[in-house]
């Protein structure tokens, strides 16, 4: 893959774009796909009072100076593989936005529609027809930031992979600093990139069935915290000499002065360490906190136990890890206690906890349980892979790809798959269905699934027991 005359303008553009540099006459509307005048006219949306309020305090104008210095604009759920957008969040400018929207959309599969794309104001939907995605932004109060003033994060539509926001420009600021680096760069120093990260992991899996043997493998992680596959082989067993001849193989690949700076991480297989020792012998050796804890619970089994391990494994300095050593030495296996005191201690730990989903499951303000909920919108995520065709009578073939197909009927509340029955909440083949009616959901999870139900179960509180001295 070499720049084209067209990626190379692109280059000059998104680096504009970033550094805000573009002219004050000028919304760098050209870089995004226009909107015709009758896409304007469906927009039903009451904006929100873009003057903002004088009288906020200063907390918030002290946040955001701070992110005034953040120039990336990219945030990350807590697991660190899904760009997050919420209401609240802030931008050093409209490009920054428009950045990471266009990066949002291209990763979750869907096609903007853009009703207000204005210096002030950005106002999108998605583009399938009747799906409830939609964000607006607008600068914030202070006029030194833009800011998601609302955002409805729930897709009723399909998933796409034909997406048009995968443009030049956008292929462009990926690999902008690989570009500026080798204007004649090709695709295999790219996947090269990727790979020159200093954390290795290295594993074995056994092999069943018809062919067996020992699948080598050797991964990494990438900027987005996600899975890398380095490289991979099939040897006849795990030993010495299949491990030292797949890390010579990786040595031609990646190099780095006898493993000077990587940092690899095993379940301390022996052949994994020798071969690490020839091959590798700069690097460092660590080792997988699940391998040592199947050792560890073996001898020393115990909930107490395993949560004081791991939050020793999760420390982040040397104290607090001592902190929890030592903590580890002074819990007994054998211990316990008293069986009259631990049904005590039992009884009123389900008291507060009857008491606390009780008053809890009165402030909600939705007929399905958060979990429900959450299982629901997971769900119509899946769902947007499906391809649904209309029967006779509430009954729907579900596609998932070429080979497989699933039937769903409405009025049964059936799917082949067989979820639904079992669960109680639709499966992806069944909400796939239940959005593309635009039914209510909430009228196909079982009743006991329900806040109702939910209330009723908690409603009756355990009797207290007094003390037996008195």
């Not at 953040?70 to 931008?91: C, K, Y």
């Amino acid at each position: 893959m070499r720049l084209t005359t067209k990626m190379k303008s692109c280059i000059m553009e998104y680096e504009a774009a970033v550094d805000g540099s573009y002219p004050d006459d000028s919304d760098s509307s050209h870089l995004f796909r226009s909107e015709s005048d009758s896409d304007r006219d469906l927009d039903d949306y009451e904006y929100e009072d873009d003057n903002g309020d004088d009288s906020e305090d200063e907390f918030e104008e002290q946040v955001c100076i701070r992110y005034e210095n953040n120039a990336g604009g990219f945030e990350f759920n807590s697991v660190g593989d899904e760009i997050v957008l919420r209401p609240g969040q802030l931008f050093v400018s409209v490009y920054e936005f428009r950045k990471v929207l266009k990066v949002f959309a291209i990763r979750n599969g869907f096609r903007l529609k853009r009703l207000e794309n204005e210096k002030t104001r950005v106002t999108c939907v998605c583009a399938a027809a009747g799906c409830t995605w939609r964000i607006h932004t607008s600068l914030n109060w202070n006029k030194k930031s833009f800011k998601i003033k609302t955002h409805c994060p729930d897709h009723t539509c399909p998933r796409v992979d034909d997406n048009f926001e995968a443009s030049s420009n956008w292929i462009a600021a990926t690999y902008l600093h690989l570009f500026k680096a080798n204007p004649d760069i090709k695709i295999s120093v790219i996947a090269a990139s990727l790979m020159q990260k200093p954390m290795i992991r290295v594993d074995g899996c056994h092999l069943k069935g018809l062919y067996i043997g020992v699948l080598l493998t050797v991964v990494s992680i990438d900027a987005n915290y996600g899975i890398y596959p380095l490289a991979m082989c099939v040897a006849e067993t795990e030993n010495n000499d299949s491990w030292q001849y797949f890390m010579d193989k990786l040595y031609d690949q990646v190099g780095c002065n006898g493993g000077e700076g990587l940092c690899f991480i095993s379940d301390r297989q022996k052949g994994v360490l020798n071969a690490l020792d020839i091959i590798f012998p700069l690097s460092l050796k660590r080792y997988c906190y699940r391998h040592i804890y199947a050792n560890f619970k073996q001898k020393f089994p115990g909930l107490l136990l395993k949560k004081v391990f791991w939050r020793a494994c999760r420390s982040l300095n040397v104290a607090n890890f001592n902190s929890h050593m030592e903590e580890l030495k002074t819990i007994t296996p054998k211990g316990g206690l008293p069986i009259v005191r631990m049904f005590k201690e039992i009884r009123r730990k389900t008291m507060r906890l009857i008491h606390r989903r009780h008053e809890a499951a009165l402030g909600w303000n939705n007929e399905l349980p958060p979990v429900i909920r959450m299982k629901i919108i997971k769900g119509r995520e899946e769902a947007r892979s499906l391809s649904v065709i209309f029967g006779h009578n509430e009954t729907f073939e579900i596609l998932e790809d070429v080979t497989k197909i699933v039937v769903v009927d409405l009025l049964k509340r059936k799917c082949d798959c067989g979820e639904w029955a079992i669960s109680g909440m639709p499966c992806k083949h069944a909400l796939c269905c239940i959005d593309a009616k635009r039914y209510n959901v909430e009228d196909y999870v079982h009743q006991f699934l329900k806040k109702a139900a939910y209330i009723a179960a908690y409603k009756h509180q355990i009797i207290p027991v007094p003390d037996e001295k008195r």
